[in-house]
């Protein structure tokens, strides 16, 4: 059974999704990748890991850096869930680009890890806005590249030494 909640950020709407093990998901509502329910057993109700998580997001809305971690249940395969182990070491206030996550997991592919981290189903939790392209490009972010940087202010990341990609940019 997957449970349901919303949550209202300042940056937008957020769907909380979590099943008896802990977040399955965390997703600002609308955004690429956002999921599809169709034909999964869910139901809307509040649950102790779903209030974990909005206090995690009250607290880090707040811009400080929670000091609590929901029991996490993301969905992926092997690599996927290598990449987001990785994401969770990124502190607060820094980043880490694509090349580095692959460097780090013997990978050659920086298209590979920007998939994964892409598809990251627990978004600001395991923090794939953190994840920069080569250059200090702001790129790749499913939430939407204006929401990255908004998020990278809030942590006081100097989001000057950034840009954002043009159109059509890879990683």
Known sequence: MLFL?????PLGPILLA???TGLTGLWFEGQKYFPSFLGVDYQEKETPVLTETARWLDVY???KDPDILPPLHPQ????RQAVWNILLTIPRGQTMTYGEIARRLGVHSAQAVGGAVGHNPISLIIPCHRVVGAGGSLTGYAGGVDKKQALL???DV???KFFLPKKGTAL
């Open 5 to 9: 909640t919303h949550y209202a950020s």
């Open 153 to 155: 202010e809030l942590e």
């Open 76 to 79: 992926g395969s092997p690599f």
């Open 18 to 20: 979590a099943d008896e």
């Open 61 to 63: 809305f707040s811009g």
């Open 158 to 160: 100097g989001t000057r």
